[in-house]
């Protein structure tokens, strides 16, 4: 079975740094799409950014400038880099993937990790 695990959560001061992973593992034949998505306590799930197998990547306009998402397609990983986090960058982080899981299934499916928490606060 396919999962998904992020590390790099943490307690940071504002202004600060961050990076955050999210290592694929299990049966897949590849890739696609994979991305990073936030919870703030009381609001709903938000898109982060997004990079494609080829590199393209898209942002929300909240953390454009400030984070950069990026991708090991020989580690099966992703990465989130963030600097100059805010208070309002305080949320559970999660980890998402559209998947192609056999050389004989042409249908993708979409994993999610179990979520990292990055807390920013003074």
């Known amino acids: 079975q396919v999962q998904l695990v992020e590390s790099g959560g943490g307690l940071v001061q504002p202004g600060g740094s961050l990076r955050l992973s999210c290592a694929a593992s299990?049966?897949?034949?590849?890739?696609?799409?994979m991305g990073w998505y936030r919870q703030a306590p009381g609001k709903q799930r938000e898109l982060v950014a997004t990079?494609?197998?080829?590199?393209?990547?898209n942002y929300a306009d909240s953390v454009k400038g400030r984070f950069t998402i990026s991708r090991d397609n020989a580690k099966n990983t992703v990465y989130l880099q963030m600097i100059s986090l805010k208070l309002e960058d305080t949320a559970v982080y999660y980890c998402n993937a559209a998947i192609r899981r056999g050389v004989y299934v042409q249908r993708l499916t979409e994993y999610w990790g179990q979520g990292t928490q990055v807390t920013v606060s003074s």
């Open positions: 990079i494609t197998s080829g590199g393209s990547t």
């Open positions: 299990g049966t897949m034949f590849s890739i696609n799409v």
